[in-house]
């Protein structure tokens, strides 16, 4: 006998719940930034609420797509609104570590005869077999218990839906409104940029995300000072009316020690990527420093006193100090020319880029790339360790321009080619109106610094 649906909900709920829904970690870099940030200070949100002008931020002639609103209200620009589907009564059911669609139908009060009916129904349904802890299904029923309607989300804009029809059971996909608002956030920082981004009410991957932006021109460890600012205006997504996850960022301005540095995300033949405001790639042709470290334990230094061999040996390169295991990354475009191992340097790869230039990687715990292998700016070619000639954990990084060393911390590093001129009238075009906004938040904060 199948029980009554309030019966059966109490009877559901007294299972306990254990969800396990991982959460995303940000790389060694975020705590970089909380704990090793150089610089000290607080922020203000973008528009505060009732600001006289703001009308004006909505009038500006940005993708119609997308709409605009103040960190601080986080309300939807006068006369749009996000869209959300009538709310209709679904039960919902979230899947327990162990538990499987059976499990689910048999609590439900529904026989294994629907199930196989549901299974055998196409791939989709199919692949309800293969169901994960966290996940929801929901239901709805008809007035004698039976099985009206089941929804399963297949992504973050798809439902899978199985309707009962008069001929039978049948499945199909439907999608899931999203919409996209963007938002404005600017920040003074006082005690680092992380600290800064979280009073501006971003998110740690936003914060991320914005730090990437600007890391060849900035380094977020020892280049931050009190006093510098930043300027954003970045996306949010929302699915069926409510908030789903933080988007891109459209456009910034970071004011590093007076210099001005701006970036617009633009898509042209090599997808979205962030140009300067004259078509230069914000991106370099190498990274400024190839691992998210601590802090620095050696500079570069052609006459420093090596602490184990007890005399004078120039430093041809920066130690970053990381815990053990930290990832390294090729720090350009190139081909492994060495990977090995030597009591002097340990584990160490040697990489031959463009240009005559040579980087050199030292004291890994261990390599993931072979001699003659052809590596990708990013990839991962090694691990932080201590082997070779090292009191403990770090990277030792080295910069040979023709032969001869230099300072990996102040070399001038090549950059990416800009876009091409085909592309350039679109971005300017495009950039223009973001670059407008950018500077009416820069002008209304210089005016309130004032005050």
Same mark, same amino acid.
Request: net charge neutral.
């Given at each position: 006998?199948?029980?009554?649906?309030?019966?059966?909900?109490?009877?559901?709920?007294?299972?306990?719940?254990?969800?396990?829904?991982?959460?995303?970690?940000?790389?060694?870099?975020?705590?970089?930034?909380?704990?090793?940030?150089?610089?000290?200070?607080?922020?203000?949100?973008?528009?505060?609420?009732?600001?006289?002008?703001?009308?004006?931020?909505?009038?500006?002639?940005?993708?119609?797509?997308?709409?605009?609103?103040?960190?601080?209200?986080?309300?939807?620009?006068?006369?749009?609104?996000?869209?959300?589907?009538?709310?209709?009564?679904?039960?919902?059911?979230?899947?327990?570590?162990?538990?499987?669609?059976?499990?689910?139908?048999?609590?439900?009060?529904?026989?294994?005869?629907?199930?196989?009916?549901?299974?055998?129904?196409?791939?989709?349904? @199919?692949?309800?077999?293969?169901?994960?802890?966290?996940?929801?299904?929901?239901?709805?029923?008809?007035?004698?218990?039976?099985?009206?309607?089941?929804?399963?989300?297949?992504?973050?804009?798809?439902?899978?839906?199985?309707?009962?029809?008069?001929?039978?059971?049948?499945?199909?996909?439907?999608?899931?409104?999203?919409?996209?608002?963007?938002?404005? @956030?600017?920040?003074?920082?006082?005690?680092?940029?992380?600290?800064?981004?979280?009073?501006?009410?971003?998110?740690?991957?936003?914060?991320?995300?914005?730090?990437?932006?600007?890391?060849?021109?900035?380094?977020?460890?020892?280049?931050?000072?009190?006093?510098?600012?930043?300027?954003?205006?970045?996306?949010?997504?929302?699915?069926?009316?409510?908030?789903?996850?933080?988007?891109?960022?459209?456009?910034?301005?970071?004011?590093?020690?007076?210099?001005?540095?701006?970036?617009?995300?633009?898509?042209?033949?090599?997808?979205?990527?962030?140009?300067?405001?004259?078509?230069?790639?914000?991106?370099?042709?190498?990274?400024?420093?190839?691992?998210?470290?601590?802090?620095?334990?050696?500079?570069?230094?052609?006459?420093?006193?090596?602490?184990?061999?007890?005399?004078?040996?120039?430093?041809?390169?920066?130690?970053?100090?990381?815990?053990?295991?930290?990832?390294?990354?090729? @720090?350009?475009?190139?081909?492994?020319?060495?990977?090995?191992?030597?009591?002097?340097?340990?584990?160490?790869?040697?990489?031959?880029?463009?240009?005559?230039?040579?980087?050199?990687?030292?004291?890994?715990?261990?390599?993931?790339?072979?001699?003659?292998?052809?590596?990708?700016?990013?990839?991962?070619?090694?691990?932080?360790?201590?082997?070779?000639?090292?009191?403990?954990?770090?990277?030792?990084?080295?910069?040979?321009?023709?032969?001869?060393?230099?300072?990996?911390?102040?070399?001038?590093?090549?950059?990416?080619?800009?876009?091409?001129?085909?592309?350039?009238?679109?971005?300017?075009?495009?950039?223009?109106?973001?670059?407008?906004?950018?500077?009416?938040?820069?002008?209304?904060?210089?005016?309130?610094?004032?005050?």
């Amino acid at each position: 006998m199948k029980l009554p649906r309030p019966i059966r909900q109490v009877m559901q709920h007294m299972h306990p719940l254990r969800n396990f829904v991982s959460q995303s970690r940000l790389a060694l870099f975020a705590f970089t930034l909380i704990v090793f940030g150089m610089a000290l200070g607080g922020l203000e949100s973008v528009v505060e609420p009732g600001v006289a002008d703001f009308s004006d931020v909505v009038e500006l002639p940005l993708p119609t797509r997308r709409m605009i609103a103040s960190e601080s209200e986080r309300a939807l620009t006068p006369g749009e609104s996000v869209t959300s589907e009538p709310v209709e009564d679904w039960l919902t059911v979230t899947v327990r570590e162990g538990q499987s669609l059976d499990t689910i139908f048999r609590e439900q009060g529904y026989g294994p005869g629907l199930l196989h009916e549901v299974i055998a129904l196409n791939e989709d349904t @199919a692949r309800l077999t293969r169901i994960k802890p966290g996940e929801a299904f929901e239901f709805q029923e008809d007035t004698d218990g039976s099985l009206s309607r089941m929804r399963y989300a297949l992504d973050e804009s798809r439902y899978l839906l199985v309707d009962r029809l008069p001929n039978g059971l049948s499945a199909y996909t439907r999608e899931r409104q999203l919409s996209t608002m963007m938002f404005e @956030a600017k920040g003074v920082i006082d005690s680092s940029l992380f600290m800064a981004g979280k009073k501006a009410g971003l998110s740690d991957a936003m914060v991320m995300k914005l730090a990437n932006i600007f890391g060849w021109d900035i380094d977020f460890v020892l280049d931050i000072r009190g006093g510098d600012r930043f300027f954003m205006l970045y996306e949010k997504i929302y699915r069926d009316g409510e908030y789903l996850r933080d988007g891109e960022v459209l456009a910034a301005t970071f004011v590093n020690q007076g210099e001005k540095f701006q970036a617009v995300r633009f898509e042209a033949d090599n997808g979205p990527q962030y140009y300067a405001p004259d078509g230069r790639h914000m991106r370099k042709a190498f990274l400024r420093a190839p691992l998210n470290f601590s802090y620095i334990s050696s500079n570069f230094n052609p006459k420093r006193f090596h602490p184990i061999l007890r005399r004078v040996k120039a430093h041809n390169g920066i130690d970053y100090r990381a815990p053990q295991g930290t990832p390294v990354y090729a @720090a350009g475009d190139g081909r492994v020319i060495r990977s090995g191992y030597d009591q002097y340097n340990g584990h160490h790869v040697f990489l031959q880029h463009a240009n005559s230039i040579v980087t050199k990687y030292l004291h890994f715990t261990n390599r993931t790339v072979k001699n003659g292998e052809r590596v990708k700016q990013g990839q991962v070619i090694g691990y932080v360790g201590a082997t070779g000639l090292a009191e403990a954990p770090h990277l030792h990084y080295e910069f040979v321009v023709n032969g001869a060393h230099r300072n990996p911390r102040t070399v001038s590093l090549p950059a990416v080619k800009p876009l091409e001129a085909q592309h350039l009238v679109s971005f300017r075009q495009h950039a223009a109106p973001y670059l407008n906004q950018l500077g009416r938040l820069e002008s209304a904060s210089m005016y309130a610094s004032r005050e």
